[in-house]
Nanobody
């Protein structure tokens, strides 16, 4: 069974940068599309970005496009999210997730079957 562990969150000023990592255990990481989601207090969990197993296809929410970059290193079983020009509205718990086998959708939470525990990102103004 794959387990996902996020790291790299923290407190940063607006305009700053953070790089989140998601370490995966297990052998099947390389075969799956992976995604990042986030959840702010009182709000639903929302899609941030996704990347195909071979890194050929990436997708982003409009709110983070041109500021965030998703990447992966299959040799290290690790997923990344580089976040630049952070804004206070980016404050949330960030989760990595593995997309469910056979799912054709990438932006909904029910398309993902394994989730990490989350890492807090706080952006001060």
């Amino acid at each position: 069974q794959v387990q996902l562990v996020e790291s790299g969150g923290g407190l940063v000023q607006a305009g700053g940068s953070l790089r989140l990592s998601c370490a995966a255990s297990g052998r099947t990481f390389n075969s799956y599309t992976m995604g990042w989601f986030r959840q702010a207090p009182g709000k639903e969990r929302e899609f941030v970005a996704s990347i195909s197993w071979g890194s050929t296809t990436t997708n982003y929410a409009d709110s983070v496009k041109s500021r965030f970059a998703i990447s992966r290193d299959n040799a290290k079983n690790t997923l990344y999210l580089q976040m630049n020009n952070l804004k206070p509205e980016d404050t949330a718990v960030y989760y990595c997730a593995r997309r469910r086998s056979g799912s054709l959708v990438i932006t909904t939470t029910d398309s993902y079957d394994i989730w990490g525990q989350g890492t807090q990102v706080t952006v001060s103004s």
